[in-house]
């Protein structure tokens, strides 16, 4: 019985709890608030992005990371902006990727897919098994619009790459109103014939932009009555750590995720935590509390003294976030941009 007490102590000694029970286990890390490209939905055109001073180094990356890690993370997953635009990334995601298996269990990649063709094998020998990549419509002339900078067959060219190189790739689609509501069908078709699991997001408001969000919502209980009307969506009890919910698509046999932070919140079973590149670390994606990490760091505090700034942060967090969709007058529910936080 002693022997039990003290290994459930042990346990919680090193797990990160919040105040509602839930282990916060997955760590997302926002290595650069700088894109390659500048998606009508996430920034402005004009984005003035953060002075490289104010960014962590790799090395604070890692010492950060590897404090989460001995606290229970188990799931880390870089994204950014986007995130191989960060000079040197491969020696940070060799070093965490050395870590699999050491108390981390998976390593995993947001991108915009830019970069794929560069890097692919890396990514694999280095430790990463699984990458998200954002492709919002299969429309060359459409796909520019939307990211203003983007070249969709550099994307396709990359996504090739990455199959090759060993990558499960799961394909990520904002759906917008008026602009790709008709074309999800197909996209969904066309990633499960490439092997790809789709997952569907409805637009977060966060930071300013020079659309009206009022404009481009499209709640995806409404894209989900549209799909039924043509497919059979099974239940799935599959997981990947983060807020999607999946079905599976009989008439494909693929798996369809659906992230909805608006007509369905994710928050009961949140088990996350995302960390900017500037070392605030945010408990939720949709409230403005946060802990200056950064801060910690440059007080010299490293070992326990780290971890017990990261559990306090932790105490904090909130139940869900706040987020709703408002009319321009009263702003975006969140201030700060979503590469500033971390896609």
Known sequence: MLDKTVEKFNNNINSLIDPFGRAISYL??????????????????????????????????????????NLGTKKIRLTGGEPLVRKNVLTLIKSLGSKIGSGLEELTLTTNGSQLSRFSDQLYDYGVRRVNVSIDTLNPELFKKITRWGDLEKVLVGLKSAKKAGLKCKINAVALKGVNENELQSMIEWAHNEGHDFTIIETMPMGEITEDRTDQYLPLSMV????????????????????????????????????????????ESCNRVRLTCTGMLYMCLGQDDSANLRKELQMGKTGIELEDAIREAISRKPKGHDFEISRRASGPAVKRHMSVTGG
Do not use: W
């Not at 894109?35 to 996430?42: G, P, T």
């Not at 055109?45 to 990371?65: G, H, Q, R, W, Y």
């Open 224 to 267: 989900r009555a549209k799909l039924r009307q043509k497919y059979t969506l099974t239940e799935s009890e599959y997981k990947t750590g983060g807020p999607a919910r999946y079905v599976k698509v009989e008439e494909t046999g693929g798996r369809l995720g659906f992230i909805t932070p608006l007509t369905h919140n994710f928050c």
């Open 28 to 69: 997302r890390v926002s290595l650069t608030d700088r894109c390659d490209f500048r998606c009508v939905y996430c920034m402005a055109e004009n984005m003035t992005f953060l002075p490289k001073a104010d960014v962590l180094s790799l090395e604070e990356i890692e010492t950060l990371c590897t404090s989460f890690i």
